[in-house]
Nanobody, 117 residues
Framework: QVQLVESGGGLVQAGGSLRLSCVSSEAGIVFRINGMGWYRQAPGIARELVARIRTGGQIDYAESVKGRFSMSKDNAKNTMYLQMDNLKPGDTGLYYC?????????WGQGTQVTVSS
């Protein structure tokens, strides 16, 4: 079973930056060719897709984070990143990585991002 481990969250003031990382226990082709995404869940709100890399390499962002978040993937390291700049209080939530579409058994513990005003 593939494990995905998120890290890099924290408490920042509005306007600050964080860089999230996601490491996959799966080596090789699965990580390289599958689409992957970053998701977040805020209290009382359904989990939403924040950014994704499609199998062809195209990256899509939710409207709310366009121009502020940047997603990248290092296949050699089986690691995915989410650079978050100009953070806003509305970005607060638990951030997860998973495949796109998500695999139900691959949800990790997530990493908490809290943005204070």
């Amino acid at each position: 079973q593939v494990q995905l481990v998120e890290s890099g969250g924290g408490l920042v003031q509005a306007g600050g930056s964080l860089r999230l990382s996601c490491v996959s226990s799966e080596a090789g082709i699965v990580f390289r060719i599958n689409g992957m995404g970053w998701y977040r869940q805020a209290p009382g709100i359904a989990r939403e897709l924040v950014a994704r890399i499609r199998t062809g390499g195209q990256i899509d962002y939710a409207e709310s984070v366009k121009g502020r978040f940047s997603m990248s993937k290092d296949n050699a390291k089986n690691t995915m990143y989410l650079q978050m700049d100009n953070l806003k209080p509305g970005d607060t939530g638990l951030y997860y990585c998973n495949w796109d579409p998500p695999a139900p058994d691959a949800w990790g513990q997530g990493t908490q991002v809290t943005v204070s005003s």
